[in-house]
């Protein structure tokens, strides 16, 4: 499997910009947060939400391709469980479906870092003082962060976590890096 500083490089190889890559850090700390929960390879979690969107800026004019060129790419350097569920969150476009825990959860993991981020944004304090109420209300405003989809967030009880338990984790996951997701204030 490949490292971490490696995935790094792969990202900036790949022309990933900064706001992906705060995408994509935020979702290697909510995985990270997924995996201990779930006593999973922490490693292989946190690598996978590093590395899930590696294709995007190839494929943002094709996401019928999205997550199958990101497999495509790290094709023996990570492993086979990894792939599929690379190519499972974006499974509505691309014909992959998720059919396994660590599919499910980089859906919900990547998924929720949209909406907490949105969120720390539009707060006085940021990622301080975030609860799991204020994001499950968020949640329910369809306008707030709209491209977020709040499907595949509800999908952490196919991962094995109830949505407050997975919201908090994942606040609790970003919050220790919020400075450097650019969300601490």
Not at 5 to 32: R, T
Not at 42 to 71: K, R, V
Not at 73 to 96: C, D, F, Y
Not at 113 to 135: D, F, H, V
């Amino acid at each position: 499997m490949i490292t971490r500083d490696d995935a790094l490089g792969l990202l900036a190889e790949h022309g990933v910009k900064a706001a992906l890559l705060q995408h994509s850090l935020a979702a290697e700390a909510v995985m990270g947060a997924m995996a201990r929960h779930l006593n999973e390879d922490e490693a292989l979690w946190s690598l996978t939400g590093l590395l899930h969107d590696l294709d995007y800026p190839a494929t943002a004019s094709s996401p019928e391709q999205h997550g199958l060129e990101t497999a495509r790419l790290l094709s023996g350097k990570m492993p086979e469980e990894a792939l599929v569920a690379i190519r499972a969150h974006n499974g509505e476009m691309n014909g992959t479906a998720p059919a396994t825990r660590f599919d499910y959860a980089l859906r919900c993991g990547e998924s929720i870092t949209g909406l907490i981020s949105a969120a720390a944004l539009m707060r006085p304090t940021g990622m301080n003082g975030m609860e799991a109420k204020s994001i499950k209300k968020k949640m329910k405003d369809k306008a707030f962060a709209a491209s977020v989809s709040r499907e595949n967030i509800r999908q952490c009880v196919e991962a094995g976590v109830e949505l407050d338990e997975f919201l908090t984790l994942a606040i609790a996951a970003m919050r220790e890096r919020a400075a450097e997701l650019g969300l601490s204030k």
